[in-house]
Every structure is written in structure tokens, then in C-alpha cells.
């Protein structure tokens, strides 16, 4: 299902910039819930197929993820501060760029406040609970708030990767995976309902809007649970013997959804039912579409592009905005074809070496149990 993680990635950028041609794919909020699920079938897959018997190991599983994760971030981290910093001594100081809030609200904060900004920016973790707090300018200290639009400055603007706030979020949940996903499915269906219920009860005290709506980790786990309910109907369908017309139908006809979704006009009265009806449809489609496309190794090197994609694609879109070199209906088009490249290049020359060393950590040939006599 490699391209239709590309094609999420994508559609991120284009919420971002503009769309190509009137194509916006799924938008920012349905693409990352989608990855969420995702996200929540492939740790099940892994820690049930791969981290197991001699690879049983919670260390070697979190060390593995992070090895995924950070290398790659931290490179378009430093590229992001080098920028920054280029475009101060060009400005002669004038323009700090994405730093400009730090030297704005520095003497504001206080130290407990600038450590843990500078924690969250170099090591992702917590990035998500940004949006829920607020910078009191008097005291420098942090204060919880349900609505972040009402304070100023807005704390996620401290963040130079802005983007990387799920990723954060990606990382709380490989923390506590191990002991959820190789749970019965009993134990995650009661997960599921506890976190539906949990939006419902927000919901009823208006807790709708941005940050509630997909920033907020224990409602956001019922999607990252939907993947392990969708690795188990894999299990279950993979023995069916199912035609490959099929799964092809399957696949063809959630690749059209995805596509053509920007697209799709509903009554104004069921337009809030929309992005919830794509992302069933997508949960449903998941089992099928991995069992016809995991051994397609074109599709895999294409999915490999999302992560890149996704962590790169501000950067881009702040070097094209500052060179003012593109019309705004195009920059859609042209920021997704550089960050494909640039993409391309990152997984290159970073993500094929350190793939590497991931795998070879894992003792290759899992021991089978020995059978009593």
C-alpha cells in the first residue's frame, strides 16, 4: 500500500499549498488520521510477525523506531536553523525567520518553559501537547488551555518543524504499542469504544475545533487501534484464498476514493459525515490492499517516500514562498515535484544506509519453540 501512503503524504502538502489543478486528495486532517490507522497496522504487524522470540525485546523494538524516525528529522532540523540562520546574516538581521519567536519571547520565558521547547524541537516527543498550552508573557511559565486561538503567542509556533507535532504523537504511541496491540481483540475493542466515548463526552462540552479534532492523543487512539483490527482481519482473509480480481477491485476502488475525493460534493446537511465515511472506507480496504500489494517492492520504495515527504515539505515550501518564484495556483505542482526529489535524495543517501544496520540488529531466522515429546 505503498502509493497510497504517498499519496496521504501528498495530499498534506497540497493543504498546505494549493492543489494541482483543483486535485486535493484527502486534505491534511483525513491524511493523518489515515496514517494514524496505518501507523496502528504495521506496529501490530511487526511486533506480532517480527519482534518476536530472540527480537522480543521492547528496547530493541523503540530503538529501531527511533533509528526510523529521527535521523531524517534531524537532518531537515539543522537544514531548517542553517536556513535560518542564512537568511538572518542576509537580512542583516532583520529577519530571524522561524526563529523569530524564540528572539521575540525569549526574555519572557522562563527556563523550565525554553528547555522543554528546546526538548520537544530536537526530540519530537510531547510536540502534540504544544497545542494545548499557552506561554504566560508575566511569569514565563507554560498554562493549560482548551483553545490555543485564544492565546498569544500560539506555543506550536515554536516549533521549526511545525508539521512534526504527529509524529510526536507517532512516538507516544510505539511507547505504549507493545502492550496494547498484542492484546486480545477484546482488550482493543474496549480501547476503541473508550476512546470514541471519550470524544463523544468532549463533543458534548463543545471541545470540537482544532486542537480537539485530531491533536489530542486518547481520541486519537481509537484510528491507531482501527489498525489492529484491520492486521486481524488480514490474518482472516489472507487464508480465504480470495481471487486477485478482487483485491484488485478493492484496491482500485479506494485509490479512486483518495483520488477523486476533493472532488466529491455532498449535501451541506451530511458534508460533516464525509471525512468519517473515507476514513471506513479505508480502514475496510486495508487488509485487502496490504495482502495485494506486500510483496510489490516498487509500491514499498514508493511508500518509503511518505515519511520524507511529510517531515520535509514546510521546509520546501518556505524556501519557495521566500524565493516569490512561483505563481501561488502552481505552487502545489511544484513544491510536491521538489519534495519528491528532495525526498528521493534523504531516503538515498540517509534511509537506504541506516535500513541496514536497522535490519541487521534483528536476528534474522526467529528460533521455532521446541515441541514437547
Do not use: C
Not at 109 to 124: E, H, K, Q, Y
Not at 239 to 256: C, D, R, T
Not at 300 to 327: A, E, M, Q
Amino acid at each position: 500500500m505503498g502509493i497510497l501512503r504517498f499519496i496521504l503524504a501528498v495530499s498534506v502538502v497540497l493543504f498546505h499549498s494549493s492543489s494541482i489543478f483543483g486535485v486535493a486528495f484527502v486534505g491534511g486532517q483525513t491524511a493523518v488520521q489515515a496514517f494514524y490507522i496505518i501507523s496502528g497496522f504495521y506496529m501490530t504487524l511487526i511486533l506480532k510477525e517480527k519482534y518476536i522470540g530472540a527480537n522480543k525485546s521492547y528496547k530493541l523494538f523503540i530503538s529501531n523506531r527511533f533509528l526510523r524516525l529521527y535521523p531524517i528529522y534531524w537532518i531537515v532540523f539543522l537544514i531548517t536553523l542553517i536556513y535560518a540562520l542564512i537568511v538572518l546574516v542576509y537580512t542583516g538581521g532583520s529577519n530571524y525567520g522561524i526563529l523569530t519567536n524564540f528572539v521575540t519571547y525569549y526574555n519572557s520565558m522562563g527556563i523550565g518553559s525554553f528547555v522543554f521547547l528546546a526538548f520537544v524541537n530536537v526530540f519530537l516527543f510531547l510536540q502534540d501537547v504544544l497545542f494545548f498550552l499557552g506561554l504566560n508573557t508575566a511569569t514565563g511559565q507554560f498554562f493549560f488551555t482548551p483553545d490555543f486561538h485564544q492565546t498569544n503567542p500560539y506555543v506550536n509556533m515554536f516549533l521549526l518543524v511545525p508539521q512534526a507535532w504527529t509524529i510526536g504523537m507517532e512516538i507516544t504511541f510505539y511507547l505504549i504499542a507493545p502492550f496494547l496491540v498484542t492484546k486480545r481483540l477484546r482488550f482493543v475493542a474496549v480501547l476503541i469504544a473508550a476512546s470514541l466515548v471519550l470524544r463523544l463526552i468532549l463533543r458534548s462540552y463543545g471541545l470540537t475545533n482544532d486542537p480537539w479534532s485530531y491533536r489530542f492523543f486518547p481520541t486519537e487512539l481509537l484510528f491507531f487501534m482501527l489498525g489492529t483490527v484491520a492486521y486481524h482481519a488480514y490474518l482472516k482473509i489472507k487464508s480465504y484464498n480470495l481471487k486477485p480480481l478482487a483485491l484488485q477491485l478493492i484496491f482500485g476502488g479506494i485509490m479512486l476514493l483518495t483520488i477523486m475525493f476533493s472532488f466529491i460534493h455532498v449535501p451541506a446537511n451530511l458534508f460533516a459525515l464525509k471525512h468519517p465515511a473515507y476514513l471506513v472506507a479505508f480502514f475496510v480496504s486495508l487488509p485487502f490492499v496490504f495482502l495485494l500489494t506486500k510483496r510489490w517492492k516498487r509500491d514499498s520504495k514508493i511508500g518509503d517516500l511518505s515519511y520524507p515527504i511529510y517531515i520535509s515539505h514546510i521546509l520546501l515550501l518556505t524556501w519557495l514562498k521566500d524565493l516569490d518564484i512561483v505563481p501561488p495556483e502552481y505552487m502545489g505542482l511544484v513544491l510536491t515535484i521538489i519534495t519528491v526529489l528532495f525526498s528521493i535524495a534523504l531516503n538515498k543517501l540517509v534511509t537506504d544506509k541506516i535500513e541496514g544496520y536497522r535490519q541487521r540488529r534483528l536476528v534474522q531466522k526467529v528460533p521455532q519453540p521446541v515441541q514437547a515429546n
